[in-house]
T-cell receptor
Framework: GNSVTQMEGPVTLSEEAFLTINCTYT??????LFWYVQYPGEGLQLLLK?????DKGSNKGFEATYRKETTSFHLEKGSVQVSDSAVYFC?????????????FGKGTKLSVIP | DAGVTQSPTHLIKTRGQQVTLRCSPK?????VSWYQQALGQGPQFIFQ???????QRGNFPDRFSGHQFPNYSSELNVNALLLGDSALYLC???????????FGNGTRLTVT
């Protein structure tokens, strides 16, 4: 079956530190990959996505590259801010299921301290 | 332009009761999906509705059912509630199969 594994949290960083959140996946077919962010008390927001190997998704200073050979989609940001504190979810969707059926990882909580 | 709206925001029910959660999709969206997010876990796909029909279903029992109305809004019904049904229930809508999902803020269901 399909699954997503994320690094365990919580992750605590100082402002302006470098962020990496690891994500690996197992999927039948050739999935599309996503990062979603959930701020306290809110629903999920799409942060970035990639639909084929070597694609790089980017948004708000965050980046992730679709690595087929290592089945990974690690999230990175060069300099985090306090406002980046949230829970980050890696997710995939499989061919044929469209964008509607996402398989999520368990989430990684990020806390950024001033 | 309103996004995905869900009601109620919080709900407390007793074991064995039935519950109905509601969702209005973002304007211009015709497809609605429901997800269950247990505490400390990622969301899990329940089902998806398009053209008033259930199109896809995740690994959830028949106690979970839904409906989509002609105006694209949707309901999630859960019968015979169990303590394990306590979770945040998220509704998501999309314009089409190639567009990203837009999530609502969820309904927090507590079963006692």
């Amino acid at each position: 079956g399909n699954s997503v594994t994320q690094m365990e949290g919580p992750v605590t960083l100082s402002e302006e530190a470098f962020l990496t959140i690891n994500c690996t996946y197992t999927a039948t077919g050739y999935p599309s990959l996503f990062w979603y962010v959930q701020y306290p008390g809110e629903g999920l927001q799409l942060l970035l996505k990639a639909t084929k190997a070597d694609d790089k998704g980017s948004n708000k200073g965050f980046e992730a590259t679709y690595r087929k050979e290592t089945t990974s989609f690690h999230l990175e940001k060069g300099s985090v801010q306090v406002s980046d504190s949230a829970v980050y979810f890696c997710a995939l969707s499989v061919p044929g299921a469209g964008s509607y059926q996402l398989t999520f990882g368990k989430g990684t909580k990020l806390s950024v301290i001033p | 332009d309103a996004g995905v709206t869900q009601s109620p925001t919080h709900l407390i029910k007793t074991r064995g009761q039935q519950v109905t959660l509601r969702c209005s999709p973002k304007s211009g969206h015709d497809t609605v999906s429901w997800y269950q997010q247990a505490l400390g876990q990622g969301p899990q796909f329940i089902f998806q509705y398009y053209e008033e029909e259930e199109r896809q279903r995740g690994n959830f029992p028949d106690r979970f059912s839904g409906h989509q109305f002609p105006n694209y809004s949707s309901e999630l019904n859960v019968n015979a509630l169990l303590l394990g049904d306590s979770a945040l229930y998220l509704c998501a809508s999309s314009r089409d199969i190639n567009s990203p999902l837009h999530f609502g803020n969820g309904t927090r269901l507590t079963v006692t």
